[in-house]
């Protein structure tokens, strides 16, 4: 949006209007060596196995598979820049900076028996031929429906608003449960869940399981069409996801759903529960009817 070649108004003016540091308006971002894409795809492949892999572990593994020797340091900043924490208890020894506020976990003990009760929300590391895309799902925690999805080249929060919005233009939930990232927990995310009235759980730190239908979702989707293509660009990427997405919701049976799609789970309870929530008029007129017959 911002347009250098006008002399109406400057760089700095137009980034004032937009609320844009000019910082990010000079900066080139820098290619990503061929090698780190590399060892970024074999990460992606060995974590989705394998969750709960760490750097050491990640490490080892590289050098037996791979033949390469890479050093600890590297595999742990190109696990930060997919945005990956290996999930096992992790002792609490120290206590996180608070830069924003978390929200205790409210599903662990939930017995979750309706759609809208619950949703979920979890970011990924997607590959493309020439670098990488994050993906952002919500998803109704009751029936595995994909409400929503978007894709974005950086870990801010604006494509999970974005998520967030969509989502919300179809229902509201009861909950909204995510882990502890910046993305979930910065004002602006948080605001917008607190003005629909949604209450807000996030998983524990070193909770495995917390989010783990979130974990299953990213599973199927990389081994049923992220590892089976190579996207050209963001374009394909966001085109073959559109596709995958109807399929995963409106055709693939799942079979803890009594192979049932997520859709129509999802839009089957919803109407059982509308038609158990509303009374027929014809049944109350019926019944003032009846009373006024047997009153003398």
């Given amino acids: 949006m911002i347009d250098k070649s006008n002399h109406t108004f400057s760089i700095r003016k137009q980034c004032h209007l937009l609320g844009v540091n000019r910082s990010r308006v000079y900066y080139k971002a820098t290619s990503i060596h061929e090698r780190d894409l590399a060892m970024m795809n074999y990460i992606d492949v060995e974590f989705t196995a394998h969750p709960f892999t760490g750097v050491e572990r990640m490490v080892e593994l590289i050098r037996r598979d791979k033949g390469v020797t890479v050093n600890h340091k590297r595999?742990?900043?190109?696990?930060?820049?997919?945005?990956?924490?290996?999930?096992?208890?992790?002792?609490?020894?120290?206590?996180?900076?608070?830069?924003?506020?978390?929200?205790?976990?409210?599903?662990?003990?939930?017995?979750?028996?309706?759609?809208?009760?619950?949703?979920?929300?979890?970011?990924?590391?997607?590959?493309?031929?020439?670098?990488?895309?994050?993906?952002?799902?919500?998803?109704?925690?009751?029936?595995?429906?994909?409400?929503?999805?978007?894709?974005?080249?950086?870990?801010?929060?604006?494509?999970?608003?974005?998520?967030?919005?969509?989502?919300?233009?179809?229902?509201?939930?009861?909950?909204?449960?995510?882990?502890?990232?910046?993305?979930?927990?910065?004002?602006?995310?948080?605001?917008?869940?607190?003005?629909?009235?949604?209450q807000i759980s996030m998983s524990g730190r070193g909770r495995c399981f917390d989010n783990i239908l979130a974990e299953r979702l990213w599973r199927t989707v990389k081994y049923e069409e992220v590892y089976l293509r190579e996207y050209a660009d963001g374009h394909e990427l966001i085109r073959s996801l559109r596709l995958y997405f109807e399929y995963y919701n409106h055709r693939r049976p799942h079979r803890s759903l009594g192979y049932q799609t997520p859709a129509e789970a999802y839009q089957k309870s919803r109407q059982s529960l509308r038609s158990a929530t509303a009374t027929p008029p014809l049944r109350k007129a019926t019944e003032l009817n009846e009373t006024l017959q047997l009153t003398p």
């Avoid at 997919?82 to 206590?95: C, D, N, S, W």
């Avoid at 502890?180 to 995310?189: A, R």
Wanted: glycine share 2%.
């Fill in 75 to 198: 595999i742990r900043r190109l696990m930060r820049q997919m945005g990956l924490m290996a999930i096992y208890p992790k002792p609490r020894t120290t206590q996180s900076i608070i830069e924003h506020t978390k929200y205790p976990c409210l599903i662990r003990k939930l017995d979750i028996r309706q759609p809208d009760q619950v949703w979920c929300s979890d970011i990924t590391y997607i590959r493309m031929a020439h670098g990488f895309m994050y993906l952002v799902a919500i998803m109704d925690y009751f029936s595995r429906y994909v409400l929503s999805w978007s894709v974005s080249n950086s870990l801010e929060s604006l494509f999970c608003m974005d998520a967030l919005d969509e989502a919300l233009r179809l229902s509201k939930p009861m909950i909204f449960h995510s882990d502890q990232g910046s993305q979930y927990t910065c004002s602006p995310f948080i605001d917008e869940l607190k003005a629909h009235r949604i």
